[in-house]
């Protein structure tokens, strides 16, 4: 049931109130001597003095920083440049996003090209395999794409018009301080982005290939029937700090691989979506909720046992026995996502987000299809035609 | 929910067939010269040539090594002593043991104990704290402890009659080589009390004082869901990679605090049962599988709720309505719960491993009791005579 897999998640995490007010300490610790604070200009620091408390509390260990804010979500490239220009310059030696994932995969990529002498470029367009980074910290304000302890960066070329991805142990950050409090002035639909983003992180993992239901798939479905319980709840009392405590920790292990290890992941929704992305600049949340009801409904009948088990455990469907109790309980979980994401307000079609029907022929062209049965997907494999389906079915 | 926690889980590990073939190669990128080989002369080691093939490995990459075997169950302070002269003596920058939990717990106190000027043994008194140690890596033959990953070393000083535990995230191995197929030959009683081990260690995370119910309760329900599930398929096929897979990555997760973090931990079985283990040499699995059914029933009714959830996530105990229908399920769980130990051939009393009655009152004088109420545990508090209660309960 498990196949064979390396994983190494050595983020040191500081979780709880007043988590940002240890930075100081831990890069003391560290041996730092020049911080680059990477931010968005406050974006996602409502009500708060985060920034100025961070300086006072650096200035107090002796530690040097410059600032550099300006990050766009989709990061830019040309930022990212900038930032390697400044390290470089300044000398600086630990680079400390302040944000979400937007601010988290540009401060990445700057430690990345920090220490590599051609173009950091390179690394996400396969040319180059990253071998090391400068340490990156992370103040966590806005949870949702795991970043925070994953090893993925994004990173959007605008002028080449690419949107490209780079994965690699090295790039997992070095130290991620997480105070839930700094994220209950969030305002809904971001927040509701973000559950529908761990949702679905944990929903590529979970529908694999594999027959068997091992421990790594009961973890993935205490982690989804969590989102389920307390995602709606949170919407409805978005100052709640135990509930923005839970989806703050679910963000992080939904995307840092504790529950994708040893099996094929799939991946398909991500992939499908990220066009609508790409070519309607519509918030990733957003093109999974849409996405993902109709790729479950496009595939389930292949492997109907792992989907009507997800009913079960994820929405307390009751599943009668057969084959057809199975295809039934199936069917109704994939009904009660969607119920699930419609309680969020997320939309579930192109119509609910009045995305228009004609760029599907252009967002095929740019799904990345690939080996040799030019598809994508793990749990089912999909090419240009099923994907095509999909696109219609969520119209 | 979520009570502030720090964690960094800096393990790398290696999973999956083949997997201690890879040491030579991990050590190279971490620069090592010489290795201590550290051991137990082959006790888990059936059937393989598992010392041989490394050597040739580490030979293959011009990498150094000393021998150390000998370590015994419950691992001697003098051995310690012997591995950190050797240490400093050889110059050895890497400490690899092979086994279990005994062999990883001398391995990392031999490896605290060589950074060291003062005794080894200061730390394990409190007298100081682990601030660095030697690099550790784990060839696991056994799993149980979790100790491959886990912050805690357990050593036996036999000339003060002193078994103690040190804690502390420095003690963390650096690498794990985990290949389930070293562990099909191990016999059905040491397997089985692995298991039990697992599950308490799971159990004394999970029964916590807090009421409500989020994402870290429902991943540990998982764990123990697929220990029920597949502990006792995998004593009637001993041999079975899958299963072997599954057991051996809990035994990781179950004590690395993966489902620890953000909460009170009880420890009560723990320490109960350690005494066991003091005076009658009684395998640490079976001191948990006799104190833990009666530590449930002598404390479930403080916390009924979090019991009878257990009952029905764990064994699927179906579950009546009203504070009675609570107590009721709860009641299933734990006589399920000694069900599933007596399915594994495991004791659950005193007299199921033909341990007398009057040794009481001397284990009750090491149970080490603190606090202003002089007393251990977490969900409920437990003073002496709460303990001796417990154990007239196993007997």
Known sequence: ???DFTICINTDFVFGRDAQRKVGEKLTGLGVKKVLIHHDNGKFLYDTNLLEDLQKDLDSFGIAY???GGVLPNPRLTLVYQGIELVKREEIDFVLAIGGGSVIDSAKAIALGALYD??????FLGKAEPKKTLPVGVILTCPATGSESSMVAVINNT?????LLVSNPVLRP???FMNPELTCSLPKFLTACGIVDMFSHVCERYFCPEDEIGVIDRMSEGILK???????KL?????????????????TIAHNNTVGIGRVQDWGTHEIGNELSAL????????LSIIMGSWMRYVFEKKPERFARYAEKVFGVERREGKEGTLEAARKGIEETEKFFRSLDMPISFSDFRIPEDGIEEMLDHIPFRGEDDSIGGIVRLNREDCRNIYVMAL
């Open 280 to 287: 309607y600049d519509t918030p990733h949340g957003a093109t």
């Open 1 to 3: 049931m498990l196949q």
């Open 118 to 123: 051609g173009d950091v470029w390179d690394f």
């Open 235 to 251: 919407l409805k009392d978005l100052g709640n700090y135990d509930y923005r405590a839970e989806i703050m920790w679910i963000g």
């Open 174 to 176: 070095a130290l991620t």
């Open 159 to 163: 002028q080449a018009g690419m949107k």
């Open 66 to 68: 410059t600032e550099l």
């Open 226 to 232: 969590t989102l389920v319980d307390i995602g709606p």
